[in-house]
């Protein structure tokens, strides 16, 4: 049996934190959900846009009465965000929030906001934009949400934080935090890394100016600009709170990097040709899975 | 003044043959378009889709009488074409190809047709598609095609195909080859090779299986499976082709990620935080300049 939700508190109404009030008024609608977001020019801008029934100046006000608090921060302002909350906190208020990175997050609610239970989670969607305006309520519809209890986290309070994300569209699978952390590294981490290193290094070479790297970006390049316009603070801080596991996988893509430099310079067209062919397979699944859009060119207009 | 472009053959009707095929047909309906592709299967899906005039299986015969040649194969090819295609050239035929790296293209073309105007061209449009059925006439419109003739080439063949990749709807911009292939380096092969680089690793880790790399792209992975599905035979010549400007632009992005590891290592938040946000500046200048759509996440349907 999950632990019935009739009031979610938000605390940051960013990208994610106001699809996330959006897609409860959407889809929950008997639920209320108060938000607060340190910044008061967020605040003012999710009042004017209303997803919210009420928006606190205080963190600790806006979590009164919380059945679930979710914490949509950067996950390097998670443990400063629950010690705002502590004071106002019910003391059945589950935790939970929606951070890239688990193993530390999750330590970090346990030990600011000991003796509440912890359910954290992370929906795996998202968009290159920021800021309450931002989100919208169909964000999480066919994405999964990784929740990742604690061993001996209360099987109602799991359930209860698994139904609401079901209930906003999403599919949810339950993992290790540390299995969580590596999984992302190579799903999403190590692919940011990526494209703002090569957005980086184009805007910055001498032999080819800027303009002309924009102008010609519908090359390829384009595609990397998109996730190499993410939140800079989120990602900061995503890259040192899951620091081992980025690491890891780096060092395996440099190593398959390496190789492909070597077959390019020795002229090893087979060993390319057989490398090329292999990535193909991988677009089919994820298309076939649901995960994007069989749309050539991401759907793009032409 | 241009000379006159009466009757175009296009010798391979894959993606971009069979796309300049239908913009010719659609947008100048007065010119004679024949075609030829060395594989019988494609010629007889060319044939079917009927964006050809008449589609030869002889590639002399299919350039006989045109005023224009266009050759649409992959640059490793380009040579075996040009040698296939030189006895049913006209004296006066200009030969061009949308190839994606040039200095190696235009040379082996001059040495392959002595006495024919060469002027290559690379219309900087594409999809993760191959085949002829993938082609779509609106392809080029608003997307740069960059011209790279030879100092010598008589002004009236440059103009000539200049103006019809005009009338294609694309801009056009004209450059030497060398530099055509460092500023292709930058925004198209070192993205597709990093693409391939990254979807190769990510399906061949241990820690993390090749479903649940599927299932969770939806956070940043999936982006650059678009590329990574482009065509093997393609880009392995592309990077044959363009070796030493790839060469060069990948030691300069491995320059930049090998810092940004450092940073990472070392909890560098601050360098992480300024290095992200200047990337974020030249999405929006290529979304302002036309060259990709606003809309979040590329438009995909949530």
Request: one cysteine or more.
């Amino acid at each position: 049996m999950a632990r019935a939700i009739g009031r979610v508190a938000i605390v940051g109404l960013g990208l994610i934190g106001s699809s996330v009030a959006r897609a409860i008024k959407a889809k929950l609608p008997d639920v209320a959900v108060t938000g607060h977001d340190a910044d008061p020019d967020v605040r003012a801008e999710a009042r004017a846009l209303g997803f919210c029934d009420a928006v606190s100046d205080d963190a600790a006000e806006a979590v009164e009465g919380a059945d679930l608090v979710i914490l949509a921060v950067p996950v390097g302002r998670m443990a400063d965000a629950a010690a705002a909350i502590a004071p106002g906190l019910s003391a059945h208020a589950i935790i939970s929030d929606v951070g890239s990175s688990k193993a530390g997050v999750g330590a970090a609610l346990r030990a600011a906001l000991p003796g509440h239970v912890v359910v954290p989670a992370h929906p795996v969607a998202g968009t290159e934009n920021s800021g309450p305006a931002a989100g919208f309520a169909t964000l999480f519809d066919g994405r999964w949400c990784i929740v990742t209890p604690a061993p001996d986290a209360p099987a109602d309070a799991v359930a209860a934080v698994t139904g609401l994300w079901q209930a906003l569209g999403a599919k949810v699978e339950t993992m290790d935090a540390a299995h969580h952390d590596m999984v992302l590294a190579v799903t999403s981490h190590l692919p940011h890394l990526i494209a703002y290193t090569i957005v980086g290094t184009a805007s910055e070479l001498e032999e080819v100016t800027e303009s002309e790297v924009i102008k010609y970006s519908a090359g390829g390049f384009r595609d990397f600009t998109r996730i190499a316009a993410s939140d800079p603070v989120m990602w900061r801080d995503v890259f040192l709170a899951n620091r081992d596991a980025v690491l890891a996988t780096l060092q395996r893509f440099n190593e398959d990097l390496t190789a492909l430099q070597q077959a390019i310079r020795r002229g090893d067209g087979d060993r390319l040709e057989d490398w090329f062919t292999r990535t193909r397979a991988i677009r089919r699944s994820i298309i076939e899975q649901g995960q994007d859009d069989a749309a050539p060119d991401f759907g793009r207009k032409h």
